[in-house]
C-alpha cells in the first residue's frame, strides 16, 4: 500500500497560483525534467511558467530567489510542545457515541389534553393515500408524529388537518405536483384517509438510552459495544490526523519565529491579484461580477476588503512557502515524479476531478499555473517533512499561562 502523503494547509484554507522561481525566463528543459528547484545557475522549471497570453498567471513573471528572501534560523531539532496528548478516553468514546446517538434519536413525545387541531400542532395520525382506488407504494403509514405547518407532506395535507378534531377520520383530496420525484404519483389525483389519533407535544424531560435495541434499529451493528468499538476507532483516526496536522502548523509556526523573510512586494502583489480571478473564475458566472458575488455571499464585503484580506493572508502563506523553499534548496531536496504524481491522483480522488488539467485549472489561474504551483508546493512539503523528522515534539505539555 502506498503511504498516503500528507500535505499542509498554507495558514489560510486558500489554493492560490504559481510564483516564478528563478532570476529569469528559461528555454524549457528537457522532457522528463521534474526540478522545480533554482539551480546555482539562476534557472527554473519552464513548467512554473506561463506563456504570458490572455489569463496568465501574473505571478508567473515575477523572478526571486528563495536563498536571498529568507535568512534561515537552525532549524534542526527544533523543540514542539503541544497540550494535547491525543489520546482517546473511554469517557470521550461514551460522551461521542451518546452525543451521535442522540442526534439520530427521534424526539420522545407525550400525549396532551387537547382536542382540536391548531396550526403549530403535533398530531400523531394514521393515514393512507390511494389513487384510483388503490394504495400507492410509501403513501401509508401508522402512529406516525407529524407538526402542522412543517410542510412535511404536499399542499393541503396539513392544512386539511385543521380544525379536525382527536378521533375524527377525514378524506383529503389533493393533488401530487407534476415535478414530484415519485413518477407513479407525480401530478395525479389522489385521497388520502387520516386518523387523528391524538395531539402531542416533546416531552424535554424524556431520558435517552442508548441500548441494543436503538443501535440495531439505526446502525448497522448489533450491541452497543460493537458500536462503541466503532466510535473508538473513528476518533483513534481523527486524533491520528490531528496530531499529525497539528504538529506540521507547530514546526511552520516556529520555523517563522526562527528565520526571517524579506517578501518580495511585486510577488505579494501578483500572488495576491492571481487568487482574486482564480477566485472570480470559480465563483462568478457570466452575468455574476465579483462585487455582486460577494455583497450577496459574504455580507456585503467590498472588493476593497476582500483584497485586504486576501493580502494579509497571502504574506503569511508566501512567508511559509519561502521559508519552505529555501530550505528544500539548501537540503538538496528536489520532486520525485512518481511520487508527485501519486499525490496528484490522491487529491483527484479526493475532490472529484475527472483529469489532470481540471486539477491543475482548480488551483491556479490556467492548468498551467495550478501544476507549477502544486509542484513547488509538494517539495515544500517535503521540505517540511525534513523538519518535522527531526523536531523534538512532546504532547501533553501543560499550556503556558499568560
Known amino acids: 500500500m502506498k503511504k498516503k502523503i500528507m500535505m499542509i494547509l498554507l495558514a489560510a484554507v486558500m489554493t492560490v497560483s504559481a510564483g516564478a522561481c528563478g532570476k529569469e525566463k528559461q528555454e524549457k528543459p528537457e522532457s522528463g525534467s521534474t526540478d522545480t528547484q533554482t539551480d ?90 390511494k389513487k384510483d382506488g388503490v394504495a400507492f407504494p410509501n403513501g401509508t403509514d401508522e402512529d406516525f408524529n407529524l407538526t402542522i405547518g412543517s410542510n412535511s407532506f404536499i399542499d393541503g395535507f396539513e392544512e386539511g388537518l385543521i380544525g379536525k378534531k382527536v378521533g375524527e377520520t377525514v378524506d383529503l383530496d389533493l393533488t401530487f405536483p407534476e415535478n414530484y420525484p415519485s413518477e407513479d404519483v407525480a401530478g395525479a389525483d389522489v385521497v388520502f384517509t387520516v386518523k387523528i389519533n391524538k395531539i402531542v407535544k416533546e416531552d424535554p424531560d424524556a431520558k435517552f438510552e442508548l441500548n441494543d435495541e436503538f443501535v440495531q434499529e439505526n446502525y448497522n451493528y448489533q450491541t452497543v459495544d460493537e458500536f462503541k468499538e466503532k466510535v473508538k476507532e473513528y476518533l483513534e483516526e481523527t486524533n491520528k490526523s490531528s496530531k499529525e496536522v497539528d504538529t506540521r502548523q507547530a514546526v511552520i509556526n516556529k520555523l517563522q519565529e526562527i528565520c526571517e523573510v524579506k517578501l518580495p512586494d511585486e510577488l505579494l502583489e501578483a500572488r495576491t491579484a492571481d487568487y482574486i480571478v482564480q477566485f472570480t473564475n470559480n465563483n462568478c458566472g457570466d452575468d455574476t461580477t465579483l462585487k455582486d458575488y460577494l455583497s450577496a455571499n459574504y455580507n456585503g464585503m467590498t472588493e476593497e476588503d476582500f483584497k485586504s484580506n486576501i493580502t494579509t493572508e497571502m504574506q503569511t502563506n508566501l512567508k511559509t512557502e519561502l521559508i519552505l523553499e529555501a530550505i528544500a534548496n539548501k537540503e538538496g531536496i528536489q520532486l520525485e515524479e512518481e511520487a508527485f504524481q501519486d499525490y496528484v491522483q490522491q487529491q483527484m480522488e479526493v475532490y472529484a476531478h475527472e483529469t489532470e488539467e481540471d486539477f491543475y485549472k482548480a488551483n491556479g489561474v490556467d492548468a498551467k499555473s495550478g501544476e507549477a504551483y502544486e509542484r513547488k508546493i509538494f517539495v515544500c512539503n517535503l521540505a517540511l517533512d525534513k523538519v518535522v523528522d527531526s523536531a523534538k515534539v512532546t504532547y501533553g505539555a501543560a499550556e503556558e499561562s499568560e
Open 40 to 129: 546555482d545557475k539562476g534557472g527554473k522549471d519552464a513548467d512554473a511558467e506561463s506563456d504570458g497570453g490572455e489569463g496568465a498567471a501574473k505571478a508567473d513573471q515575477v523572478s526571486y530567489e528563495a536563498d536571498q528572501c529568507v535568512t534561515l534560523g537552525d532549524y534542526s531539532a527544533l523543540e514542539i510542545s503541544l497540550p494535547n496528548e491525543y489520546k482517546v478516553t473511554k469517557a470521550q468514546i461514551d460522551d461521542y457515541a451518546l452525543s451521535m446517538a442522540q442526534y439520530n434519536a427521534k424526539p420522545v413525545y407525550k400525549d396532551t389534553k387537547k382536542k382540536t387541531v391548531e396550526d403549530g400542532d403535533t398530531v400523531n395520525i394514521d393515514y393512507e393515500g
